[in-house]
């Protein structure tokens, strides 16, 4: 049964960690948006970033939501430590470890909510990401800046493209001295450029009309060796231009953290049998693991560090069960990460070096306690 102890510890520890994500997640989603706002030369309209804050919102919970359980764990069991309710539990003849033992269904909970996120929500915020693009150059084509604008529109990387406009200004919707560039990290894809056009984009498919287009000159380029790929396009006028543009499309990007995690395993799968030499996958699998048992392990670890700090100021002992708990468990989960994308460690062994030294950890404090070295 449950006792009085276990629901009073249970209560605090639950509405600390509301308490928590909701500011967490907040401050993320803030920092998460102005990111994405940074990578642009023109900001998305404040509808735009709106229709993608929800999913962003639930893809933030394998962070905050661990984070939020731990700083509430040691919150409460250092105020337990500071007003010896810890040393009059253990005088009653209450184990040392008994009070911790509610943090374990908080942490079962914790850790499924963060598996959740990052494996189901997360690659549909990241696939979302990828639209914001498209849904950020609508919005720039739609409510142009004035005056002469350098703007550019960065792709993902690799051999996505990237688009830089230019242009001298903008008379009813009309773009003059206009300028295009298409490129990506291997090189200049092709340029446009115009006396005067009108811009119109096509969100289904990602493709930029360009309409009413004076003295147009497209020029295709080889990006390897940067040389003009065929004879250069060149007219008077043009009533209809049409210029394709991938990252604009509604295909959803094909990188590891948009694909559900059953997608992952059959990545894993076919790289071990093709012998393919990319990890990407069992490195954003190790991840995905490492997060989910942060919500386990972390809370009672932080609650077992805070426990041991025998001192009336509450922040040390929030210190020292947050400080060491986050230093030591998100690098030991990014170097296990970064050895199994190398190939140096399988994606069992990887996702299992961060909780495996949190486990260590913990079981050695309880036996410290429990032969009260630290009581």
């Not at 229709?51 to 764990?73: D, E, G």
């Not at 960065?154 to 008379?171: K, M, Q, R």
């Not at 009108?198 to 003295?215: A, D, F, K, P």
């Not at 070096?353 to 032969?371: D, E, F, K, Q, Y």
Request: net charge neutral.
């Amino acid at each position: 049964m449950i006792s009085r102890l276990d629901k009073l510890i249970l209560r605090d520890v639950l509405l600390l960690t509301v308490v928590c994500v909701l500011g967490l997640t907040f401050l993320f989603t803030a920092l998460s948006l102005y990111q994405i706002v940074n990578r642009f030369e023109v900001t998305p309209r404040f509808s735009t970033l709106m229709s993608f804050a929800p999913s962003l919102w639930i893809s933030l919970l394998p962070m905050t939501m661990p984070m939020s359980a731990l700083f509430a764990a040691t919150l409460v069991f250092g105020r337990m430590r500071a007003e010896r309710e810890l040393l009059l539990l253990s005088a009653s003849g209450v184990s040392p470890w008994r009070p911790f033992v509610m943090l374990l269904p908080i942490g079962l909970i914790t850790a499924a909510v963060a598996w959740f996120g990052v494996s189901i929500y997360g690659p549909e915020a990241y696939a979302e990401r990828h639209s914001l693009q498209r849904l950020a150059l609508a919005d720039f084509i739609d409510h142009p800046p004035q005056g002469a604008r350098e703007l550019r529109f960065p792709g993902s990387g690799g051999p996505a493209p990237s688009i830089d406009i230019s242009y001298g200004d903008v008379e009813q919707g009309r773009f003059t001295d206009l300028k295009i560039l298409v490129y990506n990290d291997l090189g200049l894809l092709a340029s446009l450029t115009a006396r005067s056009a009108s811009i119109g984009y096509q969100r289904h498919n990602g493709m930029m009309v360009l309409t009413r287009c004076y003295e147009p000159r497209l020029v295709q380029f080889n990006p390897e060796s940067g040389a003009p790929a065929g004879t250069p396009m060149v007219a008077e006028k043009i009533n209809e231009l049409r210029v394709p543009f991938s990252f604009g499309s509604e295909d959803e990007p094909d990188a590891p953290k948009a694909k559900p995690t059953s997608a992952l395993l059959d990545d894993i799968t076919r790289d071990i049998e093709q012998r393919t030499g990319r990890h990407g996958a069992a490195a954003e699998l190790v991840r995905r693991v490492s997060l989910a048992a942060a919500g386990l392990l972390l809370p009672l670890l932080g609650a077992l560090l805070s426990s041991l700090v025998n001192h009336p100021n509450r922040l040390f002992a929030i210190g020292a069960g947050v400080i060491p708990c986050a230093l030591g468990y998100y690098p030991l989960m990014t170097a296990a990460t970064s050895l199994s994308e190398s190939g140096t460690l399988q994606p069992l062994t990887a996702a299992l070096v961060a909780p495996v030294a949190t486990v260590a950890a913990i079981l050695v404090i309880i036996t410290g306690l429990v032969r009260g070295r630290w009581s």
